[in-house]
């Protein structure tokens, strides 16, 4: 797995499609959404959560997912169900909280 994604890394994907992976052999294509700023527990940290809309139809309860750019090997997270987009699609969003960059 490759080290987290920061949230300049994500807000510049936007809009891109990643790769949901249901099982060892079975991913979907989710779009992501938008990166939302949170509150970190302190200034020497930060905190954001990435929104991703899954295809119309397709449901997911709160899990530990590997998430992927195409063709990369992605970031296992937990994702929780969040408000549906516009389009009545499901939303699946990680949240993390880091230390800032150096």
Sequence with gaps: MYPMPTREALQQATGKTFQLWIDAAQTIDVELL??????????????FSAHFALPSGLR???????????????????????????????????????????
Excluded: K, T
Aim: aromatic fraction near 8%.
């Design 60 to 102: 997911a309860e709160q899990a530990v997912f590997r998430v992927s750019p195409p063709g990369d090997e992605g970031w296992l997270l937990l994702m929780s169900p969040g408000q549906p987009d516009e389009h009545g699609r499901q939303v699946l969003q990680a949240v993390f909280h880091m230390e800032n960059p150096a």
């Design 34 to 47: 938008e990166v939302i700023d949170g509150i970190a527990m302190s200034p020497g940290y930060q905190c």
